[in-house]
């Protein structure tokens, strides 16, 4: 039965695609689940909510009342009414406030069961088959509550829902068909016209299945048992061209079948009088040789004896027997040939129905498998087609007198192309938490059509996959990428209501506005995230971040971007990411009127709670931009005589720091695709890896005055050792600071 045990179906937090990962880790913080998943926002179309995709059959039409989408039955006036058991509420609890724990659904339904309370039994069912309705034994057991309590007309539509979600499963479809033969007057016209169109539905969408035996077996014996041997007879010929695991017991009921009735009552006329008179000429041809030696035998006058009117002899019987199995016999070996071709796949899946529990990975492959060569095939039989036209006509003609394979089905999709939904259908129940599988289902179907690929993305996003936020974004990137703004935003709001607090969801929807070139929405997105996250430094300071940039960038407005940061900074003095983005502000400006304000940066970073090689590199790059824009030698020596004397009293602290620091942010390059790249110090190996803290001896003779003083500062700064704080780009050393992400 479906399974029991459960896998923890809360998104874990993911990453961040733009920045660090040590932000990733504050940024994506795990939120606890809902205490209920939401509703569908919109009725489901088709069989969006199936296992058997839309594209596959059209199931049994669902009665006006009932919601397809939400899988809950209607609301009765009697739910309201009488008293629950005494444990009820306690169980109820339990599950709803842990949706993810599956078994605490099953001691409810089970404590429910125990009881025999019908109100309870059916708010258990009903809430357990919105979250779970891969469980087909509990849609089995809820249309049994539904009879026993005399509600027929319920227990059908609860099947009738059932099949909606999962209609690949073969015994719900005989639980369905032995309940309406339960339930319906076999002695009314329309009952077996109802029965036979329910077996075609359930055919069209678990026909194909490898493990279909069953229906098909009941199939043939229900026609049987209408006294139909030629539909019966039809039934098998349509299963003998179908790879399925019992393949050969179907070929031997074939021949029993064949050898219990005349030929006339089980093939079709067509096909009988076909044979017949072909095994008549061949009769006629076999006696002609006898012809002379019986008529110089046979008494003058006396004819042939004649075969009474309407009565096939015995002899005539066998060889339309014969000929009848030499046909189907090439159906049987064609189709033994494909049930050996996936055998190993079959026998590789050892759990092809529901569970909560993780597969392992050899399960994983063995589905990726397997789909791998389905796909191949399907592939090679396309091309294979295209390139002989005819090919694909002669072999449905020679194969049997109603050819299945190559040939169109109600649909109007290929048998062929169907099997490739089969398998992705019967992977997406057994696999249904992986996010995969469902990815690649979509890109299997989104060339063929995006309407499929949409209902595709609405029954993983709002059924099974609620809590997992990549398969969320992926579909909002789908009705992007076509169009659907409006959708877009939609999925993106409502996966922040399931995961608030997830940093990648907010950043995703104010990218979705920057790009539909709504800036000022956009700006307001992570305005909210940077109110709503103020009672968290670190992540406040990542969407301070992520805002001043836009504000900068886009906005063109560095005033706002700038009061962003300092705000930010009151809130985490000794966040370097911020210093880092201000001062890369500041020195972005122009450089006659930026002096001030970068000073500042870096006087306020060396009072702020930092490390010592943090502090060291803001100093430097003081000092940097002093030299590169100071409008005074006073100035630049002055800022000079304050770095030395931080160096003396830091340089010990910042010289452990270095020692193979590889996050230094230093040694980082921040590309324009917003890749960091580590950058080596161009140090020649015959100088000490060692900075320097005092400014090297001044030359012999050298003038001591102010200029030369200045002059020591000039040689300071072209020794190669000044590459070890990371100046190694000094004509463009903004990238060596633009902050890791």
Same mark, same amino acid.
């Given at each position: 039965?479906?399974?029991?045990?459960?896998?923890?179906?809360?998104?874990?937090?993911?990453?961040?695609?733009?920045?660090?990962?040590?932000?990733?880790?504050?940024?994506?913080?795990?939120?606890?689940?809902?205490?209920?998943?939401?509703?569908?926002?919109?009725?489901?179309?088709?069989?969006?909510?199936?296992?058997?995709?839309?594209?596959?059959?059209?199931?049994?039409?669902?009665?006006?009342?009932?919601?397809?989408?939400?899988?809950?039955?209607?609301?009765?006036?009697?739910?309201?009414?009488?008293?629950?058991?005494?444990?009820?509420?306690?169980?109820?609890?339990?599950?709803?406030?842990?949706?993810?724990?599956?078994?605490?659904?099953?001691?409810?339904?089970?404590?429910?069961?125990?009881?025999?309370?019908?109100?309870?039994?059916?708010?258990?069912?009903?809430?357990?088959?919105?979250?779970?309705?891969?469980?087909?034994?509990?849609?089995?057991?809820?249309?049994?509550?539904?009879?026993?309590?005399?509600?027929?007309?319920?227990?059908?539509?609860?099947?009738?829902?059932?099949?909606?979600?999962?209609?690949?499963?073969?015994?719900?479809?005989?639980?369905?068909?032995?309940?309406?033969?339960?339930?319906?007057?076999?002695?009314?016209?329309?009952?077996?016209?109802?029965?036979?169109?329910?077996?075609?539905?359930?055919?069209?969408?678990?026909?194909?299945?490898?493990?279909?035996?069953?229906?098909?077996?009941?199939?043939?014996?229900?026609?049987?048992?209408?006294?139909?041997?030629?539909?019966?007879?039809?039934?098998?010929?349509?299963?003998?061209?179908?790879?399925?695991?019992?393949?050969?017991?179907?070929?031997?009921?074939?021949?029993?079948?064949?050898?219990?009735?005349?030929?006339?009552?089980?093939?079709?006329?067509?096909?009988?009088?076909?044979?017949?008179?072909?095994?008549?000429?061949?009769?006629?041809?076999?006696?002609?040789?006898?012809?002379?030696?019986?008529?110089?035998?046979?008494?003058?006058?006396?004819?042939?004896?004649?075969?009474?009117?309407?009565?096939?002899?015995?002899?005539?019987?066998?060889?339309?027997?014969?000929?009848?199995?030499?046909?189907?016999?090439?159906?049987?070996?064609?189709?033994?040939?494909?049930?050996?071709?996936?055998?190993?796949?079959?026998?590789?899946?050892?759990?092809?129905?529901?569970?909560?529990?993780?597969?392992?990975?050899?399960?994983?492959?063995?589905?990726?498998?397997?789909?791998?060569?389905?796909?191949?095939?399907?592939?090679?039989?396309?091309?294979?087609?295209?390139?002989?036209?005819?090919?694909?006509?002669?072999?449905?003609?020679?194969?049997?007198?109603?050819?299945?394979?190559?040939?169109?089905?109600?649909?109007?999709?290929?048998?062929?192309?169907?099997?490739?939904?089969?398998?992705?259908?019967?992977?997406?129940?057994?696999?249904?938490?992986?996010?995969?599988?469902?990815?690649?289902?979509?890109?299997?179907?989104?060339?063929?059509?995006?309407?499929?690929?949409?209902?595709?993305?609405?029954?993983?996003?709002?059924?099974? %996959?609620?809590?997992?936020?990549?398969?969320?974004?992926?579909? &909002?990137?789908? +009705?992007? =990428?076509? #169009?659907? @703004? $409006? *959708?877009?935003?939609?999925?993106?709001?409502?996966?922040?209501?399931? %995961?608030?607090?997830?940093?990648?969801?907010?950043?995703?929807? &104010?990218?979705? +506005?920057? =790009?539909? #070139?709504? @800036? $000022? *929405?956009?700006?307001?997105?992570?305005?909210?995230?940077?109110?709503?996250?103020?009672?968290?430094?670190?992540?406040?300071?990542?969407?301070?971040?992520?805002?001043? =940039?836009?504000?900068?960038?886009?906005?063109?407005?560095?005033?706002?971007?700038?009061?962003?940061?300092?705000?930010?900074?009151?809130?985490?003095?000794?966040?370097?990411?911020?210093?880092?983005?201000?001062?890369?502000?500041?020195?972005?400006?122009?450089?006659?009127?930026?002096?001030?304000?970068?000073?500042?940066?870096?006087?306020?970073?060396?009072?702020?709670?930092?490390?010592?090689?943090?502090?060291?590199?803001?100093?430097?790059?003081?000092?940097?931009?002093?030299?590169?824009?100071?409008?005074?030698?006073?100035?630049?020596?002055?800022?000079?005589?304050?770095?030395?004397?931080?160096?003396?009293?830091?340089?010990?602290?910042?010289?452990?720091?270095?020692?193979?620091?590889?996050?230094?942010?230093?040694?980082?390059?921040?590309?324009?695709?917003?890749?960091?790249?580590?950058?080596?110090?161009?140090?020649?190996?015959?100088?000490?890896?060692?900075?320097?803290?005092?400014?090297?001896?001044?030359?012999?003779?050298?003038?001591?005055?102010?200029?030369?003083?200045?002059?020591?500062?000039?040689?300071?700064?072209?020794?190669?050792?000044?590459?070890?704080?990371?100046?190694?780009?000094?004509?463009?050393?903004?990238?060596?600071?633009?902050?890791?992400?």
């Amino acid at each position: 039965m479906a399974a029991e045990g459960s896998e923890d179906m809360s998104s874990s937090s993911g990453e961040l695609e733009e920045e660090s990962s040590a932000m990733e880790a504050i940024a994506l913080e795990a939120v606890p689940p809902p205490t209920a998943i939401p509703p569908p926002t919109e009725p489901t179309e088709l069989l969006e909510e199936n296992g058997g995709g839309a594209v596959i059959f059209e199931a049994p039409e669902v009665p006006a009342e009932a919601n397809a989408a939400s899988f809950s039955m209607p609301t009765r006036a009697e739910d309201e009414e009488g008293d629950l058991p005494a444990d009820f509420e306690r169980l109820w609890k339990a599950a709803n406030d842990n949706p993810q724990d599956f078994t605490s659904w099953t001691d409810l339904l089970q404590y429910c069961e125990q009881e025999s309370h019908i109100i309870a039994s059916r708010r258990a069912l009903e809430a357990f088959l919105a979250r779970y309705p891969l469980c087909y034994g509990y849609w089995k057991k809820f249309a049994d509550l539904e009879r026993r309590a005399g509600n027929n007309d319920k227990a059908e539509e609860v099947c009738v829902q059932g099949l909606q979600v999962i209609p690949l499963s073969v015994d719900l479809w005989i639980h369905y068909i032995n309940l309406l033969l339960g339930t319906l007057d076999m002695n009314l016209p329309e009952s077996p016209k109802r029965i036979r169109s329910v077996f075609e539905d359930a055919m069209a969408a678990a026909g194909l299945d490898f493990h279909s035996d069953r229906l098909w077996d009941l199939y043939v014996e229900w026609e049987k048992e209408q006294g139909d041997m030629g539909a019966a007879t039809a039934v098998l010929d349509r299963v003998l061209q179908i790879p399925t695991q019992l393949y050969s017991s179907h070929y031997d009921k074939f021949k029993t079948h064949l050898n219990s009735y005349e030929p006339k009552e089980v093939l079709s006329p067509g096909e009988y009088e076909e044979l017949r008179a072909v095994c008549r000429q061949s009769q006629k041809a076999e006696r002609a040789e006898q012809a002379q030696e019986e008529e110089e035998e046979r008494p003058p006058g006396e004819e042939e004896p004649a075969t009474p009117e309407g009565k096939d002899s015995e002899e005539l019987i066998q060889k339309i027997r014969e000929q009848v199995l030499v046909c189907r016999d090439k159906v049987y070996q064609q189709n033994e040939g494909e049930v050996r071709k996936r055998w190993h796949f079959e026998d590789a899946i050892k759990r092809p129905y529901f569970h909560v529990k993780p597969l392992d990975r050899v399960q994983l492959r063995a589905w990726h498998s397997y789909l791998d060569w389905e796909i191949a095939q399907l592939n090679k039989d396309t091309k294979d087609s295209s390139e002989d036209p005819t090919q694909e006509a002669q072999q449905g003609s020679e194969a049997a007198p109603q050819p299945e394979e190559g040939s169109e089905g109600s649909s109007g999709v290929a048998v062929d192309d169907r099997r490739v939904h089969i398998l992705f259908e019967r992977c997406l129940i057994a696999c249904a938490l992986y996010e995969e599988f469902w990815s690649r289902y979509v890109q299997y179907l989104e060339p063929k059509s995006v309407e499929e690929a949409r209902a595709l993305y609405r029954r993983a996003c709002q059924i099974h %996959l609620t809590h997992k936020h990549t398969i969320h974004m992926q579909w &909002a990137t789908f +009705e992007e =990428r076509h #169009g659907d @703004l $409006d *959708e877009a935003r939609r999925v993106l709001v409502d996966l922040e209501k399931t %995961l608030p607090g997830l940093a990648v969801v907010r950043l995703r929807r &104010a990218g979705l +506005e920057r =790009r539909a #070139g709504r @800036l $000022d *929405e956009s700006e307001a997105l992570l305005r909210e995230a940077v109110a709503q996250s103020i009672e968290k430094p670190s992540l406040h300071a990542f969407y301070s971040i992520k805002l001043a =940039r836009l504000l900068l960038k886009l906005g063109r407005s560095p005033g706002k971007a700038r009061i962003v940061l300092q705000e930010a900074l009151q809130i985490s003095p000794d966040n370097g990411k911020l210093h880092l983005n201000l001062l890369e502000l500041e020195v972005s400006g122009d450089p006659r009127g930026s002096a001030e304000g970068v000073q500042e940066c870096v006087t306020r970073a060396l009072a702020a709670p930092l490390s010592p090689r943090v502090k060291i590199l803001f100093s430097q790059r003081g000092l940097q931009y002093a030299e590169d824009y100071g409008n005074s030698i006073q100035s630049v020596l002055s800022i000079y005589e304050e770095h030395q004397k931080l160096l003396k009293e830091l340089g010990g602290k910042k010289r452990g720091a270095e020692n193979g620091d590889i996050e230094d942010p230093e040694k980082l390059s921040k590309a324009d695709d917003g890749t960091a790249v580590a950058m080596t110090p161009q140090v020649p190996p015959t100088m000490p890896h060692v900075p320097i803290t005092t400014p090297p001896p001044p030359v012999m003779g050298s003038d001591m005055s102010a200029q030369g003083a200045y002059a020591g500062y000039s040689n300071w700064y072209q020794q190669p050792q000044y590459g070890n704080y990371g100046y190694q780009n000094t004509w463009n050393y903004n990238q060596g600071y633009y902050p890791p992400s």
